[in-house]
C-alpha cells in the first residue's frame, strides 16, 4: 500500500516555514474568506478546504504547538501528544518526525516495549489508547472602528466572529462587546473565553479586540481633557462677551474675558472624557482665535485706526527683545 503523504500544514496555507504570526494570520484570513461555507454554499470541495486551513491556522497560531508540530510534524497535531515525554524517548524519536514530511524519517522500536509502548506514554495511556488530553483553544483578534463620541463616552458593538473548534470546523457566533468610556486610539480589550473552543474539555481561548478611533471634525484628545478651538470677533475679544459651545453631551455658554487675546485657553470642568474606572471626568480646554474682518473700506480702516492706534511695534519689541 502507498505510504500516505504527511501533512504540511504551512503549504495549507500558502507561506514559508520561518513565516511570523502575523504572516500567518494573513494568510489565514485571506483563505478563508475565499472558502467560507457562507461563500461557498453547496460546495463540498470548498468546505473541506475550509476545514484544512482553519485546522492548519489552530496549530500555527498557537506558539506552543507550532513549536511542537516544527519539531516532531504530523504526530504532534494531535491535542493529546505529549511533546515533553517525546523528547524524553531520545533524540532518535525527535529526529525522526523533525526530517521532513512525508520523507524517510521515523522511530523505532529499539526504545523499548514497541509502539504499543511507546505510543501510550507520548499520549498518556495505556496500550497505545489515547486518553483525553485538555488543551486550551486558540486566542483570536478583532478590530473595533469607533466615532470620537463613542469612544469618550463608551459603548457596546456587536462583532460577528468564527470560533475555530477541535474538529476543525467554525462557530460563527455575535457577541456583544462592552466598550468602557475613554478607550484609546490603539487600545486593546481582552475578552476571556471568547477565542477558539477548548480540546477535550480544555478552556476557550481569549478574544482580543484592538480599537481604532475615528478623529473628530472639531475635537481633540489628551489623556482624559478634550480640546478645540474656537473662533471670535475681535468685538468680543475686547469687550467679552458670551459664546454658545458645542460639547459632546450639548451646547454650553463660555464667558469670554474682555481684552482677550489670540491663543487663549478657556477651561470647562468636567466636560471631557465621563469620569469611570475610578478617574474623575476629564477637562474641555477652549483655545480661542480672534477672526478678524475682511479688508475693509478706507473709510472704515481711517476709522479703525483711531480707535486702535497702530502700535504694534511696541508690542513686537516687548515680546521679543
Known amino acids: 500500500m502507498a505510504r500516505q503523504q504527511a501533512k504540511d500544514l504551512y503549504k495549507e496555507l500558502g ?12 494568510a489565514y484570513r485571506k483563505l478563508a474568506q475565499q472558502y467560507h461555507p457562507d461563500r461557498n454554499a453547496d460546495d463540498a470541495k470548498a468546505e473541506e478546504r475550509f ?13 506552543k504547538r507550532r513549536r511542537d508540530y516544527d519539531e516532531f510534524g504530523e504526530i504532534a497535531i494531535d491535542p493529546n501528544f505529549d511533546a515533553d515525554k517525546a523528547r524524553r524517548a531520545g533524540p532518535g524519536f525527535g529526529g525522526g518526525f523533525s526530517q521532513g514530511f512525508g520523507g524517510g524519517g521515523g522511530f523505532s522500536e529499539a526504545q523499548g516495549g514497541g509502539f504499543g509502548d511507546l505510543f501510550g506514554d507520548l499520549f498518556g495511556s495505556d496500550q497505545g489508547a489515547h486518553a483525553p488530553r485538555s488543551q486550551k483553544g486558540a486566542d483570536l483578534e478583532t478590530t473595533l472602528d469607533l466615532d470620537f463620541a463613542e469612544a469618550v463616552r463608551g459603548c457596546e458593538k456587536r462583532v460577528d466572529l468564527d470560533r475555530p473548534q477541535p474538529n476543525g470546523t467554525h462557530k460563527r457566533e455575535t457577541l456583544t462587546i462592552r466598550i468602557p468610556s475613554g478607550v484609546d486610539d490603539g487600545g486593546r480589550i481582552r ?6 473552543a477548548g480540546a477535550q474539555g480544555g478552556p476557550a481561548g481569549d478574544l482580543m479586540a484592538t480599537v481604532r478611533v475615528r478623529p473628530h471634525r472639531y475635537l481633540n484628545r489628551n489623556n482624559r481633557d478634550l480640546g478645540m478651538e ?18 459632546l453631551e450639548s451646547a454650553v455658554t463660555l464667558s469670554v474675558p474682555a ?3 489670540g491663543g487663549s485657553r478657556l477651561r470647562l470642568k468636567g466636560k471631557g472624557v465621563p469620569a469611570g474606572g475610578g ?6 480646554y477652549v483655545t480661542l482665535r480672534i477672526q478678524v474682518p475682511g479688508v475693509l473700506g478706507e473709510e472704515q480702516a481711517r476709522r479703525l485706526e483711531e480707535l486702535l492706534p497702530d502700535d504694534g511695534d511696541h508690542l513686537r519689541r516687548d515680546a521679543l527683545s
Request: glycine share 10%; charged share 30%; proline share 3%.
Open 15 to 26: 507561506v514559508s516555514r520561518d513565516a511570523d504570526a502575523s504572516v500567518i494570520k494573513r
Open 51 to 63: 476545514k484544512q486551513i482553519s485546522a492548519a491556522y489552530t496549530v500555527l497560531s498557537d506558539e
Open 230 to 247: 474656537v473662533p471670535i470677533t475681535v468685538v468680543e475679544a475686547i469687550r467679552g462677551a458670551k459664546i454658545e459651545v458645542p460639547t
Open 279 to 284: 478617574r474623575e471626568a476629564g477637562d474641555l
Open 191 to 196: 475578552l476571556a473565553g471568547k477565542g477558539g
Open 259 to 261: 481684552g482677550s487675546n
